[in-house]
């Protein structure tokens, strides 16, 4: 899910109680599971590394299936969805390559979640008829050239491609003046909103020395 541990669901909790290694995402707060009813005392945490430590998808499979052959159940917690740009596809095929039953629980979607929890919705009805969720983030780190066509859209990783993202929007004839909110780790206690326009944005960003992870 977003982030906030009470936004776990019940599956996803019982999964952790059930867990002898889990396997927590850097993008999660470093208190999480502290502020879960859960007990650690049996079970091993491994935090991934973020930055230059980034751990890949590679090694995280890898430390995955490492711990499942010893014979321990492993959880894998992520920030976000994995379903929507978060490897989830890669994860379970190595899995299943490696012959280890696996199970993918689903959670609140950024998106969404960040959208009710700020109080604007990602539709509104007879204005607002359809969304769309879109990375900034193309392979090699290059900006997808085009975005979707929707009353609303939902623009994950576009931090660092604020300016990127203007120059598309405006050349496929959104209006300068659109408004444009960008949610600072939505839904955990620091969230913090930024207001501003499609023109402003690279600004809003900048001045506002917004960090990872947001949404657009």
Known sequence: GPGAPDLLTLRGLNALQKADVIIVDSLLPPDYLQQLPLSLTSKQVVKLGCGEKRWTQERINQEVVDHAREGRVVAR?????????GRLAEAMAALRQAGIAVEAIPGPSVATAAATASGVP??????????????ARGKGGSVVPELP?????????GLEAAPAIRDRLLAQAWPPGTPVRVVERATMTFESLHHCTIDDLPACVSENNIGSPALL
């Open 77 to 85: 917690l992520k920030g976000g969805d994995p379903g929507v740009f």
């Open 149 to 157: 066509q929707a009353d609303t859209l939902a623009i994950y990783m």
């Open 122 to 135: 990602m539709t509104v009805r007879e204005r607002g008829r359809s969304f769309a969720a879109a990375t």
